[in-house]
T-cell receptor, first 115, second 111 residues
Framework: ETGVTQSPTHLIKTRGQQVTLRCSSQ?????VSWYQQALGQGPQFIFQ???????GRGNFPPRFSGLQFPNYSSELNVNALELDDSALYLC??????????????FGDGTRLSIL | GEDVEQSLFLSVREGDSSVINCTYT??????LYWYKQEPGAGLQLLTY?????DMKQDQRLTVLLNKKDKHLSLRIADTQTGDSAIYFC???????????FGAGTRLTVKP
């Protein structure tokens, strides 16, 4: 069973640039969620994708956007990067159905640094 | 808004039991989780409990849930140096998709 994989592992950008982070879900999972983890804090929910559509969103501005592909992999895009966007970005996948929510399994994250 | 709170630090001696505590405010929480995060890594799911349960045991791990007090605990028996990590408590509501995390408890195990 292949776990959740994320790329790249580290990334350095400057303010105003745009970034794309990628995630491959665990085999058998149909849902991908993205979280932002600032240093010393717990993860904060950005959004979730199910059946290639956004299926819930946290308190993040529209410059945070995403995609899910038919193979359930996903991308997180962030435009107009700000210094406060520096964080570990975690992807999690799960098997979701309208009746029950299975636990989310996390990748090792992408550490994004904004200069 | 809803909050999940944890104490920030816990230090124990190898071989002792560790108890990590968590409180949450939303009474509609239905799933409660414990995740472990080692340096430079993502979150590893340790265990989870449904709100209609009050206890779950899995090898060295015991989860206790007091729904009335909205209190969750994780007990690690015979704590080892490899258990040193940050432990996160998290909750979801019903079939909602956003998981709310505490700030994490840093467990240090001294030899």
């Amino acid at each position: 069973e292949t776990g959740v994989t994320q790329s790249p592992t580290h990334l350095i950008k400057t303010r105003g640039q745009q970034v794309t982070l990628r995630c491959s879900s665990q085999s058998g999972h149909n849902t991908v969620s993205w979280y932002q983890q600032a240093l010393g804090q717990g993860p904060q929910f950005i959004f979730q994708y199910y059946r290639e559509e956004e299926n819930g969103r946290g308190n993040f501005p529209p410059r945070f956007s995403g995609l899910q592909f038919p193979n359930y992999s996903s991308e997180l895009n962030v435009n107009a990067l700000e210094l406060d966007d520096s964080a570990l970005y975690l992807c999690a996948s799960s098997l979701w159905s309208p009746k029950a929510n299975q636990p989310q399994h996390f990748g090792d994250g992408t550490r994004l640094s904004i200069l | 808004g809803e909050d999940v709170e944890q104490s920030l630090f816990l230090s124990v001696r190898e071989g002792d039991s560790s108890v990590i505590n968590c409180t949450y405010t939303d009474s509609s929480s239905t799933y409660l989780y414990w995740y472990k995060q080692e340096p430079g890594a993502g979150l590893q799911l340790l265990t989870y409990i449904f709100s209609n349960m009050d206890m779950k045991q899995d090898q060295r791990l015991t989860v206790l849930l007091n729904k009335k007090d909205k209190h969750l605990s994780l007990r690690i028996a015979d704590t080892q140096t490899g258990d040193s990590a940050i432990y996160f408590c998290a909750e979801t509501q019903g079939n909602n998709n956003d998981m709310r995390f505490g700030a994490g408890t840093r467990l240090t195990v001294k030899p």
